[in-house]
């Protein structure tokens, strides 16, 4: 079955830096797009980026724009998430999630979570 | 990307329907069939219920159904049960490549 496993979250300071992975398994990786979203405590699901099935093209949220970089190796079926200059505000679990097309629609399978927490 | 508008609570008694809401505009939800709903439980991660407006995933019980007209999606619960007792979101494409997610809906089952 389909399986994503997030890894890489901890507490960094304001302006740190921290890049989470995601390990996919349970299905042809490199078929499918890839999301990341976030929810910081107590609130609601936010939209942070998302990566075509080939790595061809990354789409940001305007709030990480500039900031974050997502990129993926299908040789490893691993995601990846390069999060710098972050802030206050980028505390949240980051889910890692498939897409069920090529392209972005919406998530269909999601990872267990991962913290990060941005505080000095 | 503006978030969709979700009421913030529902709720309902056991066996009882509750329908809840996603307004957006023409540019994501009125614009697209790639609209979700998704129930979390407090720690837990997102699971599909519903996707591209109506579709149930496999292993989803029939008494979750979505619909859309305009610019608004809805998902009913039919019947509801304890275990219902959850957070709801909706999602909808809303081009380029974007994702939108609605505020959520806490769902308490009286």
């Known amino acids: 079955q389909v399986q994503l496993v997030e890894s890489g979250g901890g507490v960094v300071q304001p302006g740190g830096s921290l890049r989470l992975s995601c390990a996919a398994s349970?299905?042809?990786?490199?078929?499918?797009?890839m999301h990341w979203v976030r929810q910081a405590p107590g609130k609601g699901l936010e939209w942070v980026a998302f990566?075509?099935?080939?790595?061809?093209?990354?789409y940001y949220a305007d709030s990480v724009k500039g900031r974050f970089t997502l990129s993926r190796d299908n040789s490893k079926n691993t995601l990846s998430l390069q999060m710098n200059s972050l802030r206050a505000e980028d505390t949240a679990v980051y889910y890692c999630?498939?897409?069920?097309?090529?392209?972005?629609?919406?998530?269909?399978?999601w990872g267990q979570g991962n913290l990060v927490t941005v505080s000095s | 990307q503006s978030a969709l508008t979700q009421p913030p609570s529902a709720s309902g008694s056991p066996g009882q329907s509750v329908t809840i809401s996603c307004t957006g505009t023409?540019?994501?939800?009125?614009?697209?069939?790639?609209v979700s709903w998704y129930q979390q439980h407090p720690g837990k991660a997102p699971k599909l219920l519903i996707y591209e407006v109506s579709k149930r995933p496999s292993g989803v019980p029939d008494r979750f159904s979505g619909s859309k007209s305009g610019n608004t999606a809805s998902l009913t619960v039919s019947g509801i049960q304890a275990e219902d007792e959850a957070d709801y979101y909706c999602?909808?494409?809303?081009?380029?490549?974007?994702?939108?997610f609605g505020g959520g809906t806490k769902l308490t089952v009286l």
């Open positions: 023409s540019s994501d939800v009125g614009g697209y069939k790639y």
């Open positions: 990566i075509r099935y080939d790595g061809s093209h990354e």
């Open positions: 999602s909808s494409y809303a081009g380029s490549n974007n994702v939108v």
């Open positions: 999630a498939k897409d069920p097309t090529v392209g972005a629609t919406s998530p269909d399978y």
């Open positions: 349970g299905f042809t990786f490199s078929s499918y797009g």
